[in-house]
């Protein structure tokens, strides 16, 4: 094996101190373990073949994931939103549940559990003290505002006659903005201090199922589960449309939405799976679009974005983060989970990872270090 050199992998400024370990002889590393499930694939090659393990597949095994009880109470992570110390996974489960994880550690800090009928949390939201999730089954709908600090509901809005299924939530220093997963679709805009409707907008005629929301400093952009998909460009202040996009063929259920100061990003769940680059000030298509490898890079269910590059989480068997490149739309990197680890439903970062939400039993979480291009996470 040849000598391990760590500035070439950038790790020379690295703590250890991760769960308690402060050396490298602290790291047990029993290879007939099978970690719970989330152990690296080439990690379990290596193993096989009786090679040496690498500093930078023992340093992965500490801390890597998040996993649930597993069915019925904690299985299907749908919903992620994050803050300095923890991250919020959204359970679609029956109750809904909401895990408060700790990032230090990726493991359960509380639980937030809803009453008899609130199922299902598909969207996730936060500020500074509180936690927002909606039930994306119930009729009519409901957004629980959950304090942080307790993981106790605070305050519920529950949706007038016809809003149903909130499939999703962004917010604001004043307000929530909640999609509906209706016909024609809507989003309402609630007051935080009250947790009660302001304003809602309502689409037209066969403008259906608000499934994604994105927003900047005035508006809120909205996209449809329809064939070809539509992003409606509404004025915060109003809650009136300013502008429309309508996909090309074959950019069809937008199932995901993020945006910077010029563009908004929009994710579909096709085979393969396309993220279309869209003018904020037009609302037209940039000439660079991304689109995924036929057959292998499918269903576009999640993104987000730092000032750089998008990265679009894929509902794959099994699941895959593509980092895209903003300027060009081309694949930078590609990190590609498990063979049990299947259908990425929901993505968020922060400065040093991405947290990858997994939809199946047991729930998962997967702690991704986007600052290193290294073997184990970035193919």
Not at 146 to 174: F, H, P, Y
């Amino acid at each position: 094996m040849l000598p391990f050199n760590s500035s070439c992998w950038g790790l020379a400024k690295m703590s250890l101190l991760i769960k308690g370990v402060t050396k490298l002889s602290e790291l047990g590393i029993d290879v007939d373990k099978d970690w719970q499930g989330h152990t690296l694939t080439n990690l379990k090659v290596a193993i096989a073949a009786g090679q040496p393990l690498s500093i930078e597949q023992m340093l992965a095994l500490v801390g890597f994931a998040w996993t649930g009880l597993g069915a019925p109470a904690e299985e299907c992570c749908e919903a992620l939103t994050q803050d300095a110390d923890y991250v919020y996974a959204g359970l679609c489960v029956d109750p809904a549940r909401v895990i408060k994880i700790a990032k230090t550690t990726m493991t359960t800090s509380a639980t937030w559990i809803g009453g008899v009928g609130e199922d299902c949390c598909r969207a996730l939201t936060s500020d500074a003290d509180y936690v927002y999730a909606a039930d994306s089954v119930s009729s009519p709908a409901r957004v629980f505002k959950i304090a942080k600090s307790t993981m106790t509901t605070s305050a519920t809005w529950t949706g007038g006659d016809g809003e149903n299924q909130c499939r999703a939530l962004v917010q604001d220093t004043n307000y929530i903005y909640a999609g509906l997963y209706t016909s024609p679709a809507k989003v309402v805009k609630i007051t935080k201090a009250t947790m009660a409707t302001s304003l809602v907008w309502t689409a037209g005629a066969g403008d259906n199922q608000c499934a994604s929301l994105t927003e900047d400093t005035d508006y809120v952009y909205a996209g449809d589960f329809r064939s070809p998909a539509k992003v409606y460009k509404i004025t915060k202040a109003t809650m009136i449309i300013s502008l429309t996009w309508t996909g090309a063929a074959g950019e069809n259920q937008c199932c995901a939405l993020t945006q910077d100061t010029n563009y908004v990003y929009a994710g579909f769940r096709t085979s393969p799976a396309i993220v279309r680059k869209i003018t904020k000030a037009t609302m037209v298509s940039d000439p660079k679009v991304w689109t995924g490898q036929t057959g292998v890079e499918t269903l576009c269910r999640a993104l987000t974005t730092d000032d750089g590059c998008v990265y679009a989480g894929l509902q794959t068997d099994p699941a895959r983060v593509i980092k895209i490149g903003k300027t060009d739309m081309v694949t930078l990197a590609t990190w590609v989970a498990e063979e049990v680890e299947t259908d990425g439903y929901a993505i968020a970062l922060d400065s040093d990872f991405i947290y990858f939400g997994l939809s199946i039993d047991p729930a998962t979480v997967i702690r991704i270090d986007k600052r290193r291009r290294l073997p184990i996470f970035w193919g």
